[in-house]
Every structure is written in C-alpha cells, then in structure tokens.
C-alpha cells in the first residue's frame, strides 16, 4: 500500500506553494477526486475544525498535511460556505510557526465573540528527543485570512496526564458566566478522559476545573479524541472519539465516534447519561465529528476516515474528504441526523431511474414499503462488484456489506456491519460521489457511511424491493481548485 515516509519527510515545513503544485497537477484528475465533498488539495485531509457560523457565512477548516498521504506536519486549511452545500476554497491559514507548535496545529473548535473569530487548538511541541508536550493556544482568524495567534498558550501540559492531551472545545456557560474548555484526555494508567478548564474572559485565565464525571464511563476506551459538548433540543450531548475499545455492532473497529445525551452539570462538571453510548455513524469511516450552530440549527462535519486506515488514492499522494453536512436533533436518548435541506440545491436534473446506472455524483431517494429490500450499489453491469445494503423487516434488521468491493478496503476492521434499526425502514436518501457513499435511514433515524473506490465500469445499481425511486445528478459543490 502506501509508501513509507521518514520523519524528515513527514515533517518538513511548507513554505509556498510552488512546493505542492506538481503534486495538485498530478492528482486533480483522479476519478476519485470528489464532486461535492471537500477534500484536501493535495495530501492529508483528517478532522474537520473551527467549524462556526459567523456573519452568514459557515467557517470550515480541514486538518491538513500538505505532502501526502501521511499525518505529518498539521496545519489548518479554510472554505467557507453561504448554504453548506457550496463550498469555496479560502486557503491555508493556521500553520505551525511557533515553538508551542512546531510540530503540528492540531484540532480544535471555533467561537463567534463580538464579531471576531477566535480558534483554540492543540499546538504539539516537541522536543529534540521527540518528548511531546500538547499545548491549548488560541488565535484570532482576520478578514486576511491569517491566524493572529496569543503570544502564550492558554493551557500548559498537564503533569498528571499523558501526553495525549488535546482537541479543545470551548464553550460559554450562561449560568455560570464562564468559558469552559473541554479538552481530550488519557490518564496514566491509559484511561480516556474529558478534562475541563474554565475562565471569565475568553482569551483570560484558564484554571483547571477537573475531569468531568461521565457515570458509567470510567473504563471506556484508552484515550478519547476530540470531545464535544453540545446543547440540542434542550438536552446536553456529550460527543466523542474512544479509542482501542470494541463495542458490539462495530464490527473489529478500535476507535469509534459516538455520543451520550443527557445532563451536564457545570458546577459539579458531572455528566448524567439519558441514555447508551452510540456510534453516530453505522458505516467504517467516520471520526471526528464537530458541531457548528446558528440561531435555531445544530450542524455536524466529520471526517469521512479513520486513524490507521488506508485508502487506495495513498499511492496518489491525497486521502480523505468530510461527510455531508448534518443537521441534528435529539429523539428520546438518540440524535437523528438528516441531511441538511439546502442539499437539494445541488440537484442538477433528474434522471431515469429504470436504466439503473449512476450519473456521477448522485443522490438516491428510495421511497419503500416498509418491507425487505436489497440495495445493490455500485457494482457492474452484471451486477459484481460494489456494495449491498440489505433490510430485514421481521428483525428490523440493516446490513452494510463491502466484501464484494472489488477494491477492497482495511479490511482489518471487517467487511459487514450489522444494525438494528429504530423504527420501521421507509426511506433511504443516498448520496454517491466518486468514492463514498452516505445513507441516510428515514431522513437520518441512522446513516452508514463509507468511502469505496469504484472501478470505471462500476457505477450501476439495483434494488431489490418495492418501492418508488428518484435519482438526480448532482453538480460540483465543491470547486476543484489550487488555492493556498
Ligand atoms: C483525531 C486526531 C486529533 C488530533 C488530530 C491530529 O483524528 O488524532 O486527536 O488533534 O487528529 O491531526
């Protein structure tokens, strides 16, 4: 698969973008560079970050290692969108220049205060000897496009934790009148943690505040990345990635994101669960989820992968792309999470669905009976190849199958994922780009979402079933376009 990097080659720093443009040359025209999924100009694309709506405009950044299809040297890379489903390359903007960064800009999350944009993210030092110590530093984003980083980090390294302290979210407490800074943790005898921060002025004093308490949670997983505190339909939503931890329906799958609803007390900084641990996502490749919101809408990005996962587009120098946008709401103690409604601006026409062969870039309505189906999709004209996706109404049953994919992929971590579905299954919406698939169960009940690498002759489906079927051709949300 992939080649190997040595670490020189992993982190060596960007200086223009006269470095990169042979390699943005040579991979633009690869048939699986997406149509409406934003995707790394060139290199590494991984969590999405600083997601917020500010001034109209919905804010966006990618984690981007600019060399290949390695996670090297972090930096931030902006688009911006007026609708979330047209998105426009602004260009790289947070980099690691300072010595609290010189390894990498690593994740974090966005606030809108008083009409300025300010990031909090992991800056990762290291030493000489490769010793790590994760700073939480923030930064003003200006109308430039340049990140105005504070002279100091807000958060020093954390002695009584490993090194594996990072991915800040921040959030303002009415109640309290205080910002909280949330941060991903590992005690030292390998447990997953949030621990949190807190201060009256945004960019002010930040004192450690504790772990926060998530009853039940205590042994779950050795590490938790990127945690997320929401506040959706009047409940708190605790979001996060546990690592190194097998759960049932997940298939051999080791790091999995996934979320509790239930009740955070900011006081006492405990957590009182509603309900179970669920993944948000039924397919394999979704990590890193990150929420953005504006007046009355909670929106969801992740990234469209996973860590220690391989793509065959590695030995073309790029990987990785961020879901769909998903707007949120909570049913009982699960979120359901429907595609956002102005992704039917990308509808280019209809297309006749009887001839059973996709346009590229395509959307999938398929109306049911609410019986059993088979949804064979992406195969070839004989029907091989591609995924099956399959419902049992007795059971209630859905099963994502990928052992047929003729390009076959990590398939360490299985090739059948199995769910029971929470209610009766009547309607599917399913996005195709050129190397992903999103389904969206009963407008968002549940979604499987997974990238795959069609051959040129596969692009057909079938559906085994009764029901009514509408297809469209999407157009390019997403402009294919050098900027830096
Ligand atoms: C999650 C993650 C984060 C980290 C970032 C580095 O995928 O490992 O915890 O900040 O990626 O790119």
Redesign the pocket.
Known sequence: MSREWTKEERYKVFTDESEIAPLYDKIKDSPYRQKYHIMPVTGLL??PNGFIYMGGLWHLFY?WCPWGAV?GL?HWYHLVSTDLAHWENVGLCVKPDTDYDNK?V??GSGFAYDDRYYIFY?GNHRDEDWTRRPYTCAAEITMANTARKLDKPLIKPNPDYTDNV??PKIVYNEELKKYFIFL?AQTKDKKGRIIAYSSKDILGKYDFAGELKVEGYEDFGEMW??PSVERIDGKDVLIF?PQNIHLPNSGDAKDHNGYVVGDLDYEMLTFKPAGHFHVLDEGFDF??AQCAANSDRKILSA?MGL?DSEYPTDDEDWSGCLTLPRELHVKGSRLTQAPVVELAGLRHHAVDATKETLPDGAELVIDTDGKDFALRLLSDEDGKGGILFTYDARKKSLTFDRSGLSQKLNEQYGNVRTHTAVSAVTRLRVFIDRSSVEIFVNDGDEVFTSRLFPRENEHHFHFDGKGEIKLFSLIHGVKEEFKI
């Open positions: 991984n969590d984690q996670h972090k990498g690593y994740s992991t990072r991915d991903g990345e990127c990635c990590y890193a990234w860590p």
